[in-house]
C-alpha cells in the first residue's frame, strides 16, 4: 500500500478518535438488480451496513472501492469513472502495484492510495480479475476474495502515519465483477457479506 505522509481526509477531527470495531460499508447500486442483492445484504448483516441506490460518488465516504484487475489499468467500468473523477489516481495505482507486489496485485490482496481529493480521501483496488476485461466463470470466488482484502485492508493496513481504520470510517463499495465480469448481483452480494462475516464476526 502507499500513501502520502501528511494526507488527511480534508476533514479535520471528523474521524473518531477511538477506533470503530467496524467501519460503515456503503452497498452502492445504480441499476435494480444489484440494488435487490444488495437489500438482501444488508438486512442480514451484523453491523453498519446500509444500500445506496446511485453512484458511489456520491456517498460522503473517506474511501471508496476500485473492484480492478490485477495490473492496476483503470479503462473501463467504474474504474474509467474513478480515473476521470480522480486524475492520476490510475498511476497512483499501478506504481502501489509495482512497488509493493512487482506489478502484478494478486485477487485476494488490496492496495489503499490516495484520490488526491479531501473526500473521498482514498481509493482501495481491490482486483476481481486479472486481465482488464476479463470474464468470470459462474462459480468464481473473485468478488468474495476481493471483498475480504478490502476488509482486511481496514482492519490491519496502515498508511504513513497510523492505521488506516483510524483514517477511514465510511467505505463506499459498488459491484463487485457485476459489470464487465459479469457475476450475477445476487453471487456477489452473498459473498461480499460472506467475506464481512468473516472479518468482523469477532468484532462486534
Do not use: K
Not at 500500500?1 to 467501519?23: I, K, L, N, Y
Not at 460503515?24 to 440494488?35: K, M
Not at 463499495?173 to 448481483?185: A, I, Q, R
Amino acid at each position: 500500500m502507499t500513501a502520502d505522509s501528511g494526507t488527511h481526509t480534508g476533514r479535520e477531527g471528523t474521524h473518531p478518535p477511538v477506533s470503530p470495531r467496524t467501519p460503515e460499508l456503503v452497498l452502492c447500486a445504480v441499476d435494480e438488480p444489484l440494488a435487490t442483492a444488495w437489500t438482501t445484504a444488508a438486512e442480514n448483516a451484523t453491523g453498519r451496513v446500509r444500500v445506496h441506490r446511485g453512484s458511489v460518488l456520491d456517498v460522503v465516504a473517506q474511501a471508496v472501492v476500485s473492484p480492478a484487475n490485477s495490473y492496476g489499468w483503470m479503462r473501463g467500468g467504474i474504474d474509467a469513472v474513478y480515473a476521470r473523477a480522480f486524475p492520476g489516481v490510475e498511476q497512483s495505482v499501478r506504481s502501489a502495484v509495482l512497488a509493493f507486489h512487482g506489478g502484478e496485485l494478486p485477487i485476494g490482496d488490496a492496495v489503499i492510495v490516495p484520490t488526491g481529493e479531501a473526500e473521498p480521501a482514498w481509493l482501495i483496488s481491490a482486483p476481481t480479475m486479472r486481465e482488464p476485461g476479463e470474464r468470470l466463470p459462474a462459480d468464481t470466488v473473485h468478488p468474495y476474495l476481493a471483498a475480504r482484502a478490502v476488509f482486511l485492508q481496514w482492519r490491519d493496513g496502515r498508511l504513513d502515519h497510523g492505521p488506516v481504520r483510524e483514517f477511514v470510517d465510511t467505505i463506499a463499495m459498488p459491484g463487485l465483477g457485476t459489470g464487465v465480469g459479469g457475476v450475477d448481483p445476487a453471487t456477489c452480494a452473498r459473498q461480499v457479506a460472506a467475506a464481512w462475516d468473516e472479518v468482523f464476526r469477532n468484532s462486534r
